[in-house]
């Protein structure tokens, strides 16, 4: 099994910590599940995003 790089690893930690957060957040304002998991979904392909161009840059 290959293992990630550690900026990999930084950016994954710094996806699950605000992504969490921000979910968290837009439930306890009351708003419906699927418009926070569509949020969530968007903001996670900017992380995943991220994540391809650093492999593709190594």
């Not at 996806?15 to 708003?31: D, I, N």
């Amino acid at each position: 099994m290959e293992q990630t790089s550690p900026r990999v690893r930084e950016i994954a930690w710094k996806a699950q910590t605000r992504l969490t957060a921000r979910y968290r957040a837009l439930s306890a304002r009351g708003k419906k599940t699927t418009v926070v998991c569509t949020a969530i979904a968007r903001e996670l392909v900017g992380f995943m995003w991220c994540v391809g161009r650093d492999a593709r840059s190594t």
